[in-house]
T-cell receptor, first 117, second 111 residues
Framework: DVKVTQSSRYLVKRTGEKVFLECVQDMDHENMFWYRQDPGLGLRLIYFSYDVKMKEKGDIPEGYSVSREKKERFSLILESASTNQTSMYLC????????????????FGSGTRLTVV | KQEVTQIPAALSVPEGENLVLNCSFTDSAIYNLQWFRQDPGKGLTSLLLIQSSQREQTSGRLNASLDKSSGRSTLYIAASQPGDSATYLCAVLPGAQKLVFGQGTRLTINP
């Protein structure tokens, strides 16, 4: 089974800190994604990457950056954490396109609950 | 732009009932449709995936159907149990590699 592992379940950070959220997948997926989930707003895509060192903005990239130095690892960076970034962060991965993606879909990690105080 | 709608937003039923969750989408050009389950404070667990060429998929007490022409999918849960209580999310994969999610149905099974 594909596993997507997020390094922390819970994080508490102070306003202004630089925060790193780490995600690792073990199935050689090309695509990796970062979402945030807030009550009433659903899942919103922050950034995604379809290859090493490649990244594309999602729907809400402001205040975030990402890094993908290795295929299996995708990091989300909050450059200067703010209280409005308190949220559940979810990482996901999938094959690039075509039949593998069609047949296997997305796999999600268990989430990181980030609180910024 | 693809939009996914799930109705109802919340559902509460007694244990043992069979139930149906609904999902509709606006553009029939999809690679697949996935149903996910999310427990409070947890990540998403994939339940069933239906490829665009398929009509339904089954796993245990769960059955998901897909009708692309009408832009609808249903998730059928047989003989519901309290452990089925969770939020169920429907998502479609259009050609752009990015899933489009519905807002979810929060299901409560009462003992």
């Amino acid at each position: 089974d594909v596993k997507v592992t997020q390094s922390s379940r819970y994080l508490v950070k102070r306003t202004g800190e630089k925060v790193f959220l780490e995600c690792v997948q073990d199935m050689d997926h090309e695509n990796m994604f970062w979402y945030r989930q807030d009550p009433g707003l659903g899942l919103r895509l922050i950034y995604f990457s379809y290859d090493v060192k490649m990244k594309e903005k999602g729907d809400i990239p402001e205040g975030y950056s990402v890094s993908r130095e290795k295929k299996e690892r995708f990091s989300l960076i909050l450059e200067s954490a703010s209280t409005n970034q308190t949220s559940m962060y979810l990482c996901a991965s999938s094959y690039l396109s075509g039949q593998p993606t069609s047949a296997h879909g997305y796999t999600f990690g268990s989430g990181t609950r980030l609180t910024v105080v | 732009k693809q939009e996914v709608t799930q109705i109802p937003a919340a559902l509460s039923v007694p244990e043992g009932e069979n139930l149906v969750l609904n999902c509709s989408f606006t553009d029939s050009a999809i690679y697949n449709l996935q149903w996910f389950r999310q427990d409070p404070g947890k990540g998403l667990t994939s339940l069933l995936l239906i490829q665009s060429s398929q009509r339904e998929q089954t796993s245990g007490r769960l059955n998901a159907s897909l009708d692309k022409s009408s832009g609808r999918s249903t998730l059928y849960i047989a003989a519901s149990q309290p452990g089925d209580s969770a939020t169920y999310l429907c998502a479609v994969l259009p050609g752009a590699q990015k899933l489009v999610f519905g807002q979810g149905t929060r299901l409560t099974i009462n003992p």
